[in-house]
């Protein structure tokens, strides 16, 4: 495969364009997807490239073009939807929760249904309390639902490619921050296996779980660590539902300590879930306390200064390896 850099974003886009290139079923929609490109610019031209009939912009109206997804994937059709933020799932949940995640499964495994939907997450951008959440605890919490988290331009193609051409809901949760990174990616198409983790890092002394742009900050972390003689294997899960427990637990085993790093809100989150998997299934070789290292249970501030006192950051993470690994 011929490899090159390029952004999130263009990584995003590539993978769009190829698949509508191979199958003629996928229709991309929501709301300034087309002429505009997306809010973000991850469907650039490809309004221009396969016309209105496949790339539809939508009213401001998220239910109503949320159910049309859903009848649309059940009817034979491979919807990719852009909701502009996971923030606005409030308008269109009953269609997410109640219908695309519940269809199949209600009729005894008949219904298909090939739903795929982004939604940029996260805060780093000032974008303020309605527009800078992550949120993916929420949906991995509803059964039916499959759950996307990348945190690299190659991640980000080759889990999207898989999402589109797998039969059941999903969800892909793309950090804003993450838009404009660059990194390399095969320019074939490709697929990233659902429910496989990546160690990002491999490391001795602690195991730190991340997603998304915490992914990054972990291993900022990691890297500064090492010069004061702390090893630590990250470990990016990649999707949240399917989850590959394997992993963590392996990467636990070899360290015997645990810290998980997670933007979403500490209440009832996703890294309170990875802990207690860990603490049921790897006590034994836990060396020291499970920590986490999570965003506290608040509006997101617009304050550039207070946005950054409430995320996690690499000091945060730092701080709490120290604690556990020199303990």
């Known amino acids: 495969m011929s490899v090159r850099e390029i952004t999130f974003v263009e990584a995003l886009n590539e993978a769009l364009r190829q698949e509508m290139k191979r199958d003629h079923t996928i229709v991309v929609m929501g709301e300034d997807v087309g002429v505009y490109g997306g809010t973000f610019g991850v469907s650039k031209d490809l309004m221009k490239e396969f016309g ?33 933020f996971v923030d606005f799932f409030g308008v269109c949940m009953d269609q997410i929760y109640n219908q695309a995640a519940k269809m199949r499964y209600m009729f005894g495994g008949k219904a298909r249904i090939p739903l795929t939907i ?36 190659r991640d980000a193609k080759g889990l999207l490619i898989s999402a589109i051409r797998d039969d059941d809901p999903k969800m892909v949760f793309e950090h804003k921050v993450l838009y404009a990174i660059k990194g ?20 001795e002394d602690v195991t730190i779980v991340a997603t ?37 637990l392996k990467s636990v085993e070899k360290t015997g300590r645990l810290v998980m790093v997670d933007e979403d809100y500490d209440r009832c989150g996703f890294a309170s879930w990875v802990v207690s998997i860990v603490a049921d299934e790897a006590f034994a070789y836990l060396d020291a306390p499970i920590k986490r290292v999570t965003t506290p249970t608040v509006p997101i501030p617009f304050s550039p200064p207070l946005e950054a006192q409430v995320l996690p950051q690499e000091e945060n993470i730092m701080q709490t390896v120290k604690g556990i690994v020199r303990k």
């Open 52 to 84: 209105v009939e496949r790339v539809r912009d939508t009213p401001i109206s998220e239910s109503a073009f949320m159910g049309c997804a859903v009848g649309a994937a059940a009817a034979g059709l491979r919807p990719v939807v852009e909701l502009m």
């Open 184 to 203: 390399p990616v095969p320019e074939e198409p490709y697929t990233i296996p659902l429910g496989v983790a990546d160690v990002k890092r491999k490391g």
């Open 212 to 248: 998304a742009m915490m992914v990054h900050k972990a291993l900022s972390a990691a890297e500064k660590l090492q010069t004061e003689g702390i090893s630590c294997e990250v470990v990016d899960p990649r999707t949240i539902v399917p989850f590959d427990k394997e992993t963590v």
């Open 118 to 153: 982004r939604a940029p997450i996260g805060a780093g951008l000032s974008a303020a309390a309605q527009h800078s959440q992550c949120l993916y605890s929420l949906f991995a919490h509803v059964p039916g639902l499959k759950c996307i988290v990348p945190s690299t331009p």
